[in-house]
């Protein structure tokens, strides 16, 4: 959470015994107003005492927070759509994907080069040629890269060519990876670790937040269950509950929970009704030869169908959700 006042406002003097007397862990930042930058999780009755001794100013998050929205109506809150294949494969591949998902206004293409697979033995990537083949296709179509870091070595690359950095599931507790994005100038997708708690993952995202990269976005992306059925199991409720902590956006990427196509569109329609602040979904243009995670991926007539669902309850509330992280 973010708390501002104006420089010199004695107010802030209250403000910040309440935070020393709660114990709380937070830095102070001088830009044109002080800005103080609270860690960890804010409780409600803690959250609503800071504000008030803050003069009602705090988070300064464009993202509305489906309990504080006035209407109380989930449709009100922003979303966007981040769509692509699992992994670069080829450019004619990508070059397909990016075309179809253009045509739908979706602006935000992800898919890996860097991949982070169980089995070694697995298509590993097309790494640094899959990022040159990502940033050509995404610029010819207008779009945004959205792609994984999976590794420090790979910083320099992947932040050259992203638009917004990936932190894949299996890299939540990697904690000096987290350190080196806070001081990286673009917004961090922060998935939630397979088997991490809600607390660890606001946890994580304070390694990125401390060193000074308030740019961050939560996605939940299914946890393990004793479930077997499916993939993963979407944790509907860490979405309201992870932004109500932290104030962060929070998206939910419906592919890897469902684990297969025909689970992915009920998934991304309750994920936007429990007021993600956007989807992920893996879209490949012959699902059945994709070199990875295929039986999630949508072909283009699924995506379609799924499109016009979503379109006929959101209609034209679907938003550019970084962009409004960026201007934070
Ligand atoms: C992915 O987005 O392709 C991916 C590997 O996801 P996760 O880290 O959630 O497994
Ligand atoms: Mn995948």
Redesign the pocket.
């Known amino acids: 959470m973010i708390y501002s006042f104006e420089k010199g406002d004695p107010r802030q003097k209250n403000f910040l015994t309440f935070l020393a007397d709660n114990n709380f862990d937070f830095d102070r930042v001088e830009k044109d107003k002080t800005v103080f930058r609270v860690f960890g999780q804010v409780d409600e009755k803690q959250s609503a005492r800071l504000e008030e001794l803050s003069g009602g100013v705090s988070n300064p998050s464009p993202v509305f927070s489906l309990f504080d929205d006035p209407a109380g109506a989930a449709s009100q809150i922003n979303r966007t759509i981040l769509a692509g294949p699992?992994?670069v494969e080829s450019e004619e591949q990508l070059e397909k994907t990016a075309g179809f998902l253009a045509g739908f206004g979706i602006t935000y293409l992800?898919a890996?080069a860097f991949?982070?697979r169980t089995n070694s033995k697995s298509f590993q990537g097309l790494g640094r040629k899959g990022l040159e083949i990502l940033s050509d296709v995404a610029s010819r179509h207008d779009m945004k890269v959205v792609t994984?870091l999976m590794d420090r070595s790979q910083l320099d690359a992947v932040s050259t060519f992203a638009d917004i950095i990936?932190v894949?599931?299996?890299n939540m507790f990697n904690y000096s990876l987290l350190t080196a994005l806070g001081a990286v100038e673009k917004p961090v997708l922060l998935?939630r670790g397979?088997a991490a708690t809600i607390d660890e993952w606001v946890q994580a995202a304070d390694y990125i937040r401390k060193g000074g990269n308030e740019n961050v976005i939560l996605c939940e992306?299914g946890i393990r269950t004793f479930e077997p059925r499916t993939r993963f199991t979407l944790d509907l409720l860490a979405i309201p509950v992870a932004r109500k902590l932290t104030g962060l956006p929070v998206i939910a990427?419906v592919s890897?929970a469902a684990g297969h196509s025909e689970l992915v569109p009920p998934l991304a329609l309750a994920a936007l009704a429990g007021g993600a602040n956007g989807i992920?979904i893996?879209v490949h243009p012959d699902p059945e030869s994709a070199l990875?995670?295929g039986l999630q991926s949508l072909d283009f007539n699924q995506f379609e169908a799924l499109f016009d669902q979503i379109k006929m309850s959101y209609g034209t509330r679907l938003r550019d959700l970084p962009d409004q992280a960026a201007s934070r």
Do not use: F, L, T
């Open positions: 699992c992994a992800r890996g991949k982070p994984e990936q894949g599931s299996r998935k397979m992306r990427d890897h992920m893996e990875s995670d």
